[in-house]
């Protein structure tokens, strides 16, 4: 469950001032209409395996990552997860319900401890009105997450299972990877039965193409979560 143990934090990290900032719909906005989303956000906080909200439920108000990390899933028809987008820091979710309140029809959860910030739909619709340009990145940022789960679906569809890890390892590469002496460091946002809810495979077959790649000197784990992409244009070539 949520609670609220950011609400009376003064760290600036936990600031709706700070949290508004990180949000590119929000980037253009005047220091006064920057100033009502921050007096009207709420923030939360979800522990690792929280669900923030559910499918069927109302969505009627943005959801902000502060901290951490989230995903959006949902269920086949077989029952098994599947993930569809993978929020980190500055992204957001919800933005539809600004524009006309709805339901939700996939599920959220955190994938580690992570701290929201909301903003309602009541409480934006007085600042489009202000400032109707929004609606526009708005629209944006939709364009940008549906060209996502089309390449997801493509990726699902089209492709090999060495092809979809490999995808989705220059994915996460561009997310969080930082130059290192032997390649590129990054750390895995999803363990290995997550991995393969978001390609479509099994945990094993997960352990299994990973090991494989470490054994072909494509990558080295360093622990768990860590790997060193060494090779990557042999990475992208499997694609």
Do not use: W
Request: hydrophobic share 40%; proline share 1%.
């Amino acid at each position: 469950m949520g609670c609220d143990s950011c609400a009376n934090c003064k760290h600036r990290s936990c600031s709706g001032d700070y949290c508004a900032k990180k949000v590119t719909i929000f980037s253009e906005l005047s220091n006064q209409l920057l100033g009502e989303v921050v007096n009207n956000i709420e923030r939360k906080h979800y522990a690792k395996g929280d669900l923030v909200f559910k499918t069927g439920e109302i969505s009627d108000r943005l959801y902000i990552v502060n901290s951490g990390r989230m995903k959006i899933f949902n269920y086949t028809r077989e029952g098994k997860e599947q993930i569809l987008y993978l929020l980190n820091e500055g992204d957001f979710i919800g933005e539809l319900s600004l524009l006309k309140k709805t339901n939700f029809e996939f599920n959220a959860a955190a994938l580690e401890d992570t701290s929201l910030c909301t903003v309602s739909k009541r409480h934006f619709d007085l600042i489009i009105k202000q400032n109707p340009d929004i609606t526009l990145r708005i629209l944006e940022a939709l364009h940008d997450r549906l060209i996502k789960l089309e390449l997801l679906v493509q990726n699902l569809n089209t492709k090999d299972i060495d092809a979809r890890i490999a995808t989705m390892l220059i994915g996460f590469l561009k997310e969080s990877g930082k130059e290192a002496k032997n390649g590129v460091l990054m750390e895995l946002p999803l363990n290995r039965e997550e991995m393969g809810s978001f390609i479509g495979t099994t945990r094993e077959t997960i352990s299994r193409k990973l090991a494989g790649m470490q054994d072909e000197g494509i990558l080295e784990f360093e622990g768990n979560k860590k790997v060193i992409i060494k090779d990557i244009s042999a990475l992208e070539q499997l694609i």
